[in-house]
């Protein structure tokens, strides 16, 4: 019998542009096809009656309480199977959730096809001997020997079925009567959404289905590895034309621990990093960080939960501790925060919610502050809400050959507490498009406007601040616009635009390999920070940031660093330089995730 | 040169306008944040912001303005020795009975020192002020008094300024000196913030006159948005 193994290359996708779609990043490894195989291949499998696929886990600690959650989910009364023709082709719609709980890798069988009859009396007894509960409807029963990881005890794997409006299967592992009472075996509950018609469907559509499933499990972020293996039904009761898709998962351990130290900028910490990528079953992840420095210290704690069975929906907590040192404007701020946000997508888009309440604290960075900076030192607290709308149709996040991406982002302060109050909106729009001689053309435009409500101006530490070498090149960071003394103090409104051209590096060294990591680009990037008087109409505005508009042009390299973040050195002309600017004309050096 | 002063006791204004210098007084929240010591008042003169008194008297001198030139050195000595008193006893007095007696905690200090700021900061602020004056006190050895302890070292403070002063106008001859200022703005503000203290004080009746003669020859006179409440 021919089995087929779809596996996908890419480890673990995270999401976004470079949760690629089936075709683009994916390939499929195909074992070597034998005879029977072909005619697999080009089958229909009728699925009139179909049985949903779920592996049903759940922690328990000893084997008594295991009978308990499951009974909780159903009364105790058998119902007759019978799913409506019109339900999912794996798994039944409006049930998303799972739990996953793991030390052992686990195999599961999902039968598909056309099902004859529910398992046979010998099943029932031996089910009932191993303490299933009454209700549960055996199909098959498997003894498998563990992991080599859960030191070779033998698991009994049972693959039942749950009444109808629950529509999952349920795996049942249970130890061997020579265990000990620890916690051993779990039992994993999995109702997995995948959509699909009731359709006859070929096997590239159970492939692609299956691999669909597949990176769904791994952008959960709790899985180290899944496996699909899709076989033909086997065993006794095998439905006739009917398919075995079987998926391997191997989880992450429960806790993971970092310890590092870092040295730089006259200052050694030691940073701690705990994560814990599933913690209740739902996928939950909790993740802290805490850094003991020197000089400062600072923690973070989140809590994140994804709605089970749509990963786009989710939901996070964070309560952080941060310090920052700016010397452009001689600033020390530490913020200490709480905040709560939502996010879901509609449509093509990806919206966030959030409420953030940050007590703020200034201070000068040295004894030469200016004192327009040393009037901003103190303490405030600053509660917002915003909101956050992103749509990003590129390919890659870093360097992208196609696409666009728009994020606009508003923000209102004040009016649920705290005394800092402004209505700040900014936005963010990038356009790229794949010339010929694999060249790509990308123009981005930013800006941004900060509106103070009530009488108290702005604070320093709300400003846009525009300049360096991930916003205007040629000019030194966030050196653009009003100063005091040399101390830049941000403003009220921006706007910046670039215009790049990325090819390849002249005569394409280490083609396919390293070089692929590199693009010389050619840039134009122009912008404009000031402060607005909001008294006078927007052709006044419009006037204002269109007067002392600051631009550079250059060339260099930029290095892509995996999909997150990119080097880039650049020579850069800077011109239309402004009194009171700072200029880094010549040679500039530049590293960050977000570039104009 | 045009000072803008930024301060929580008076004494630095008197100083100032005892040197003729003309000042401007500017009131904020954040102050002590402010300040390039961390410690009030400052004094603000074209680009430089200097703080706490010493360098502030060091810094008008620099400008040719001092008020004790006419002093011989036991003379200087004295007065060192005199403020050293003053700052030691009267201006931890001054921050026990703020921050730690639970009365005056509770019903003023906490209500002052919050207001600026919105709910919850308005607590966190002057639990933390608070931890850390009693910290300062534990520290000089203070933690351990209690309220009559104080009283009575204030007592005696006001006793030894009282017989240096006698029936003179001021403390050195007839001008007046950093000494006279720097008593002026503690006696100041104790007679017009707090009862326990100034009862003692009151028990000294040339102190009271000085502080009199004081405030109607420099504020009253001079007239510049100072602070104008009438001594009972």
């Known amino acids: 019998m021919g089995t087929v193994h779809a596996r996908s290359l890419e480890p673990l996708p995270v999401g976004g542009p470079d949760f690629g779609a089936l075709g683009e990043e994916a390939e499929f490894v195909e074992v070597e096809p034998e005879s029977k195989q072909e005619i697999l291949e080009n089958k229909d499998f009728p699925l009139d009656r179909h049985i949903c696929t779920g592996i049903m886990w759940q922690r328990r600690k000893s084997r008594e309480r295991l009978l308990s959650p499951l009974t909780d989910l159903a009364p105790p009364t058998v119902q007759q199977f019978s799913m409506p023709t019109h339900s999912c082709l794996v798994g039944q719609a409006g049930y998303n959730s799972w739990f996953f709980f793991n030390s052992f890798p686990c195999l599961c069988t999902l039968r598909l096809g056309h099902q004859t009859g529910l398992g046979g009396s010998s099943h029932r007894a031996q089910a009932e001997r191993w303490g299933l509960p009454a209700w549960t409807q055996v199909i098959a029963l498997q003894e498998l020997l563990a992991s080599p990881g859960a030191a070779g005890r033998p698991q009994r794997l049972c693959l039942c079925q749950w009444p109808a409006y629950l529509g999952t299967c349920g795996l049942w592992a249970s130890p061997t009567a020579s265990m000990s009472a620890e916690p051993q075996g779990t039992f994993l509950c999995l109702r997995q959404h995948l959509t699909g018609a009731t359709l006859p469907r070929p096997l590239s559509q159970v492939m692609r289905k299956s691999h669909e499933a597949r990176e769904k499990l791994l952008r959960l972020g709790i899985f180290r590895q899944v496996d699909v293996l899709i076989d033909t039904c086997q065993g006794d009761d095998a439905l006739p034309n009917g398919l075995d898709v079987t998926f391997e998962v191997t989880e992450l351990r429960r806790l993971t621990g970092s310890y590092n130290t870092m040295v730089g900028n006259n200052e050694g910490s030691m940073v701690l990093g705990l994560k814990l990528p599933n913690l209740l079953g739902r996928a939950e992840k909790v993740t802290f960080q805490f850094s003991y420095g020197t000089k400062e210290t600072s923690y973070g704690l989140s809590f994140f939960k994804p709605q089970p069975g749509n990963f786009n929906r989710n939901f996070s907590v964070n309560l952080y501790k941060v310090t920052g040192q700016f010397p452009w404007s001689s600033l020390r701020e530490t913020d200490r925060g709480l905040s709560a946000e939502y996010s879901f997508p ?4 990806s919206h966030t919610v959030k409420w953030e309440g ?40 870093i360097l992208p050959r196609k ?38 053309i990308s123009a981005s435009l930013w800006g941004g406007m900060l509106v103070p409500m009530g009488e108290k101006p702005s604070s320093i530490a709300d400003r846009f601040y525009l300049g360096g070498p991930t916003s205007v090149r040629g000019f030194s960071m966030h050196s ?69 508009i600051r631009w550079s042009y250059g060339a260099g390299i930029v290095l892509r660093l995996g999909n997150i973040a990119r080097l880039e050195l650049n020579y850069c002309i800077p011109m239309g330089v402004q009194g009171g600017d700072r200029i880094c004309d010549g040679v500039q050096f530049g590293a960050g995730i977000r570039f104009l | 040169m045009l000072v803008r002063l930024v301060l929580h006791h008076p004494y630095p204004q008197a100083f100032l306008q005892m040197c003729n210098l003309p000042i401007k007084v500017v009131c904020r929240s954040n102050a002590e944040y402010m300040s390039p010591s961390g410690k009030v008042p400052f004094i603000h003169v074209g680009n430089q912001v200097v703080s706490e008194l010493g360098p502030i008297v060091q810094f008008v001198k620099a400008k040719g303005h001092s008020l004790s030139d006419g002093l011989d050195e036991v003379q200087k000595a004295e ?6 008193l003053v700052n030691n006893m009267l201006l931890t007095a001054e921050l026990y009975l703020q921050w730690c007696d639970e009365a005056t905690v509770r019903e003023i200090t906490y209500a002052r020192y919050g207001s600026p700021y919105p709910w919850p900061l308005n607590h966190v602020l002057a639990y933390q002020k608070q931890w850390e004056i009693k910290r300062k006190m534990k520290a000089i050895g203070w933690g351990s008094k209690t309220l009559d302890q104080v009283l009575e070292d204030v007592d005696q403070c006001c006793q030894a300024l009282s017989q240096r002063l006698g029936t003179q106008p001021y403390f050195f001859n007839k001008q007046p000196t950093e000494l006279d200022a720097l008593v002026f703005g503690h006696l100041y503000t104790i007679l017009t913030t707090t009862d326990e203290l100034s009862e003692k004080v009151k028990n000294y009746s040339n102190l009271l006159a000085f502080c009199r003669r004081i405030e109607q020859h420099y504020f009253e006179d001079h007239a510049r948005g100072g602070i104008s409440v009438r001594l009972s």
């Open chain 1, 346 to 349: 509609i449509w093509k888009t």
């Open chain 1, 358 to 397: 940050v007590w703020r604290e200034l201070g000068c960075l040295s004894r030469t502050a200016s004192f327009a900076v040393r009037k901003e030192s103190g303490h405030s607290l600053k509660s917002s809400l915003s909101h956050a709308m992103v749509i990003d149709s590129r390919n890659s996040s």
């Open chain 2, 79 to 84: 007065m060192k020795a005199y403020m050293e």
């Open chain 1, 403 to 440: 696409g666009a991406l728009l994020k606009i982002n508003q923000e209102l302060a004040g009016y649920t507490g705290g005394d800092v109050s402004f209505l700040k909106e900014d936005f963010e729009l990038q356009l790229n498009k794949q010339l010929a001689l694999d060249s790509v």
């Open chain 1, 480 to 548: 653009i616009g009003p100063q005091s003394e040399g101390d830049y103090l941000g403003g009220e409104a921006y706007w910046a635009g670039g215009l790049h051209l990325y090819t390849p590096l002249p005569f394409r060294p280490g083609q396919g390999g390293f070089g692929e990591l590199f693009r010389t680009h050619f840039f134009l990037n122009a912008g404009n920070l000031c402060n607005l008087n909001y008294g006078e109409g927007p052709k006044a505005h419009i006037r204002k940031l269109a007067e002392c």
